[in-house]
Every structure is written in C-alpha cells, then in structure tokens.
C-alpha cells in the first residue's frame, strides 16, 4: 500500500488504521484492531500498531500498547508529552480495552480518537475488560480528549469481516 | 543471588519479588517495583519482571507486565489459563496500576498477591492512574483471586528507599 500523505481529517486518519486492521485479519497475524499515533499539528504519522495476541503468545499485544510502544521508540522518550515531542494523537480502531485505557496516561498521548464501540467489539465476542465506568471523564481530567464513533460503521464492519472470516475470539 | 527454592508461602514469595525490587533500585535499572509469576500447586518460579519504564523508554514496561509477558513466552500461550498448563499467580511487589489490572484479567492468572498498597506508592510521588473504584472485585468476578499487603512493610521500605535515593518519579 502506497500511505497517502493526507492525514489532516481524523476521518483520513481512521481510514488508514481501519485499513491496517483489514490487512491484520487478511494476513491472519492477529485480531481485528489496529491503531496509529500522529503528530497532533503537522498529522504526520509516527507509528502504528495492530493487535499480536494471538501469533505473538502475549496477551498485552493489543493495538494501542503496540503502536505507543513504537512511538515511544522511534522518539526515544518513556512519554509522549516530553518538552520538545510533537503533540501526540492515539487514533484506534476500536474503544480501548481496561488495559489500553490504563495505559494511556502514562503514554503521554494528548488526544484519542475511536473508531468501533466497545459495544461493536462486544457485538462479535470480543470483551473490553472491566474498563473505568467514566473512562472518558477520567481521561479528560488528565488532560486527554477523546472522540468516539470515528468512521464507526467502517471500524464495525472490519470486526464483522473477521467474525465471518471466523478469526479466533481469544479472551472472549 | 542465590535463590532458595521454598516458595511455599505468600511470606517467602513476597520476599523473594522484594528482593528483585531492591535490586532494580540497586543497579539503577529501573523504577522500585519487582513482580514474578508462579505455579500456584508446585509454587514453582516460572517468571520475574522489573520495572524497566525509564532505561527502556517505554510506560508500558511495568513490571507486572514483563513477568507476565515472559511467563506466556516460558509456556509458548497467550493465556495463562490454557488447559494442560499449571495454575498460575502474578505476586507484586506493589498493588497494580490502572494499566496492569486491565492486564491481568487477559494474561489468565488465577491469583494476585500484592505487598505495599496504592497508598504506599502514592506516598512517594507515584499514582495508580484511573484504576476501577472496585478493582478486586472485578477481578474476583473473573474468578481471580486477591491478597492484599503481604509483607507490606518491607514492600513499603522499598518504595522510601527509592524516594530517599532519589528515584524518578516519572508520571507522578
């Protein structure tokens, strides 16, 4: 794939992780998720990550840790919000999971951009985990927005295409 | 160090995951906190982890996470609760954050045995994050079970001996 360099919508941005999933489920090398992190003023892409529980025998290999894990790296940085880092946007395909909600404060994102609900991933067998009731408050008192239901029904889709192509539902 | 094999008691568990605590701090490799993973019939070590947030760049690296990961790396399985494997404990130094307790559930633990408390890590500069209000009973939901405060103590000295040689608090 040839990645078009126009990321200025969060619509673009959800597009090219939504297709990230896609080849995820296509290549069988894990779930229907995938995630990206962008730099929040130019929207150039940082790093990207797709779900690797399954073929990687790890648990935590969701999307999002994934891709904030690469981001991390490349800008060599244990936080996104150092002094000097481009302002930092976690775009996911889907709601994040008890795990990658607790992880992203410490990831120093300052915004979160969703794609699928938690009911969509639910919808198909998949569990988010017993997941902070307010999660969304609780991530805007620390200073991280949030947008849900980004390109839904296209991140809903890609979860039905693997319920079908019957892709394995671990920790269903 | 040597490691004694008697691991019978939570007590000696407990300890064993301080040491390794005292020893992140030792050799500045990372932040106070130790975990490991044992066989909960044998009481067989099958893991450690360490603190490694700040030397490896990266948030994720908590320690409850590392000895979690190499545990399904050590049982080639993405679920520690996979039939033909032995039940298995995750025993923190520390109790877990938002981002582990979100963890835990996936990893297919059975039981979590924690020593200083989310006070005890507070009190030097460290936070939890928005863990759920009723994390052990939504972990005991998921059929797993919880000890809190063993050892606590000693679990707590380490944490004052890291703030007294003036650790990083990162993400405080």
């Known amino acids: 794939m040839r990645i078009h360099a126009d990321f200025s919508s969060p619509e673009a941005r959800m597009d090219f992780v939504i297709h990230l999933a896609k080849q995820n489920i296509k290549h069988q090398t894990g779930g229907p998720f995938a995630a990206a992190v962008f730099d929040m003023d130019s929207h150039r892409l940082i790093s990207v990550g797709v779900n690797m529980v399954v073929p990687s025998n790890c648990s935590s290999n969701h999307a999002e840790m994934i891709a904030l894990m690469f981001a991390q790296q490349t800008l060599h940085t244990f936080t996104l919000n150092s002094e000097g880092l481009p302002r930092c946007e976690l775009v996911s395909s889907c709601e994040p999971c008890a795990m ?9 994102i300052q915004h979160l951009t969703c794609g699928a609900t ?3 991933a639910k ?6 985990g017993p997941r902070h009731p307010n999660w ?4 805007e008192k620390r200073d991280i927005s949030v ?9 809903s889709a890609v979860l039905q295409l693997y319920k079908n192509d019957k892709g394995p539902i671990y920790n269903g």
């Open 118 to 120: 938690a009911e969509d």
């Open 100 to 108: 990658c909600f607790g992880a992203i404060p410490w990831a120093g």
């Open 147 to 155: 947008s849900t239901e980004i390109n839904r029904e296209q991140a």
């Open 136 to 139: 969304i408050t609780e991530l």
């Open 123 to 128: 919808a198909i067998g998949f569990d988010e």
